[in-house]
C-alpha cells in the first residue's frame, strides 16, 4: 500500500491546494487515470472541513491494489450530513457529488473531530 498525508490550515485556498496535492500524488503514482474525480471530491471534502469545521484540515491519500481511498480528518464533532438540496440553491451539493461519484464513502468519528472519506476502485 502507498500513503501520504498533508496538513492545511483552513484558509480559502486550502481547497486548490488539496487538489494540487492529490493530483501530483496520483500523476508519481502512475494513476492520472484517477486523478479527475479523485481531485473533484477531495475538493468538495476539504471545502466542507473549512466551510464548516473551521479547523486545521489532515488529508490522507492511500493507494492498495484495488482501491484509492482519500480521507479528509477535521477537529469538528459536527457530523458531515447530506441532505437535499433544492435546484436554486448554489452551496450544499458537495456530499451529493461524493455519493454519486465514488464507490464509497462515510464520516468515521476520530478524537476529536471525525474523518470523511471516499473510496475510487480501480
Given at each position: 500500500?502507498?500513503?501520504?498525508?498533508?496538513?492545511?490550515?483552513?484558509?480559502?485556498?486550502?481547497?486548490?491546494?488539496?487538489?494540487?496535492?492529490?493530483e501530483r500524488?496520483?500523476?508519481?503514482?502512475?494513476?492520472?487515470?484517477?486523478?479527475?474525480?479523485?481531485?473533484?471530491?477531495?475538493?468538495?471534502?476539504?471545502?466542507?472541513?473549512?466551510?464548516?469545521?473551521?479547523?486545521?484540515?489532515?488529508?490522507?491519500?492511500?493507494?492498495?491494489?484495488?482501491?484509492?481511498?482519500?480521507?479528509?480528518?477535521?477537529?469538528?464533532?459536527?457530523?458531515?450530513?447530506?441532505?437535499?438540496?433544492?435546484?436554486?440553491e448554489t452551496?450544499?451539493?458537495?456530499?451529493?457529488?461524493?455519493?454519486?461519484?465514488?464507490?464509497?464513502?462515510?464520516?468515521?468519528?476520530?478524537?476529536?473531530?471525525?474523518?470523511?472519506?471516499?473510496?475510487?476502485?480501480?
Amino acid at each position: 500500500m502507498d500513503m501520504v498525508t498533508a496538513a492545511f490550515a483552513p484558509r480559502a485556498e486550502t481547497p486548490s491546494e488539496a487538489r494540487r496535492f492529490v493530483e501530483r500524488t496520483l500523476r508519481r503514482w502512475q494513476r492520472s487515470d484517477i486523478a479527475e474525480v479523485a481531485c473533484l471530491l477531495t475538493s468538495e471534502l476539504v471545502t466542507n472541513a473549512v466551510l464548516h469545521a473551521r479547523s486545521p484540515v489532515e488529508l490522507v491519500v492511500a493507494l492498495t491494489d484495488g482501491e484509492l481511498r482519500v480521507e479528509v480528518h477535521d477537529s469538528s464533532p459536527r457530523p458531515a450530513t447530506h441532505s437535499p438540496v433544492a435546484v436554486t440553491e448554489t452551496r450544499g451539493r458537495g456530499l451529493g457529488l461524493v455519493e454519486r461519484l465514488s464507490d464509497d464513502w462515510g464520516v468515521d468519528p476520530l478524537e476529536p473531530g471525525k474523518s470523511v472519506w471516499f473510496a475510487l476502485s480501480h
